[in-house]
């Protein structure tokens, strides 16, 4: 485990909020310990927005920003607090929510990944994989904007995962008739 040296290069236990900053923002001073943080934060600034929101107009400069607030359109909330059933747009605000109103605190090693989510942004399915996801649209929103946007490549290679669980369906959907 690291722990704070009298070197003059700090060194971090975790990623907490009183760690000192190692990156700044030369615009406006705002202070990053991960330089790929502070490489998201600087797009904040162009006054280029690539990504716009198809309900008002409003740009960003990523799509994880453009997806976050899309949801506050659709209504969909796809991370639910199992003490509550209170739902969420995010995993941060379920965590936060569960750590405030329930005492809950997530304990996550250092760097350790939570499970993604993968959210149907038409309807707020959720599924715990990419290929469930792609089933899921491809059959209940073939027109969906998810599916344009699912690369070739990507699209191919969940056709060849997914086309011996499609087979098994559609020999089941013939039975039943």
């Known amino acids: 485990m690291l722990t704070q040296s009298s070197s003059p290069t700090p060194q971090f236990t975790t990623g907490t909020c009183t760690d000192a900053a190692l990156h700044s923002c030369e615009l406006c001073g705002k202070g990053f310990r991960l330089q790929r943080m502070l490489n998201r934060h600087i797009k904040c600034h162009s006054q280029v927005k690539r990504h716009l929101c198809t309900f008002c107009g409003k ?19 796809p991370y639910k607090c199992e003490v509550c059933n209170k739902a969420f747009t995010q995993r941060c605000s379920l965590e936060s929510h569960l750590r405030k109103i329930h005492g809950v605190q997530q304990h996550y090693a250092y760097k ?66």
């Open 59 to 77: 740009g960003f400069n990523d799509t994880f920003d453009l997806k976050r607030h899309v949801r506050t359109h659709t209504g969909i909330r």
């Open 112 to 177: 350790q990944r939570r499970d993604k989510l993968y959210v149907c942004e038409d309807c707020g399915y959720t599924g715990p994989t990419q290929e469930e996801l792609y089933l899921h649209v491809s059959g209940v929103h073939p027109g969906s904007a998810f599916l344009k946007k699912t690369s070739k490549k990507l699209a191919a290679v969940l056709q060849t995962k997914l086309s011996p669980v499609l087979q098994r369906n559609s020999k089941e959907e013939g039975k039943d008739e």
